[in-house]
């Protein structure tokens, strides 16, 4: 798996009809899609998902928000794909992200901010196995 990373587009940019414009530019900056999928999370779902962050102040308002409305979930892959993907995003905080990457463009606040890319090979792997079987990656 050290070549993937996972994505999830978060229920703003959905919102805000920002699925085109966000896998264009995932794809054009060389990532190549293995597995995609439209879902909606439980809050059972989103505690999980999170559980790293379920001591943070934010943890309840993160769960309401990620359970709001659907997502898009994909498996990524290009070389370095943890740490590329984690670039073309940018800052947690959209207003501290550089020109030009996926938050900067599209996120509005630092719980609101519109994609998520796995922080390590070993999270990708495991938030690939919680949304993809192995008959879902191509
Ligand atoms: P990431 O790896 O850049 O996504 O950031 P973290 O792992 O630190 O946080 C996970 C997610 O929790 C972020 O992407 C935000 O959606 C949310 N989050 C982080 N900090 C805050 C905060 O201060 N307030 C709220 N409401 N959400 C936050």
Request: glycine share 6%; hydrophobic share 40%.
């Given at each position: 798996?050290?070549n ?12 805000n009809?920002h ?20 879902t ?28 709001r ?7 990524l ?14 800052s ?15 996120a509005s ?8 890319g ?12 919680f949304?993809f ?6």
């Amino acid at each position: 798996m050290s070549n993937t990373t996972l994505m999830m587009i978060k229920p703003d940019a959905l919102e805000n009809g920002h699925i085109g414009n966000i896998l264009e530019k995932v794809t054009s900056a060389g990532f190549r899609i293995k597995a995609l999928k439209l879902t909606q999370l439980t809050v059972n779902d989103a505690e999980s998902f999170y559980r790293v962050h379920k001591e943070r102040p934010f943890f309840g308002e993160l769960v309401n928000f990620m359970t709001r409305g659907p997502i898009v979930a994909a498996i990524l892959e290009k070389e370095n794909a943890v740490s590329d993907f984690r670039t073309l995003i940018g800052s947690t905080n959209p207003a501290e992200a550089a020109e030009g990457t996926l938050r900067k463009l599209y996120a509005s606040s630092m719980g609101e901010n519109a994609v998520h890319g796995s922080d390590s090979d070993e999270n990708a792997a495991i938030e690939a196995s919680f949304y993809f079987s192995q008959r879902e990656r191509f």
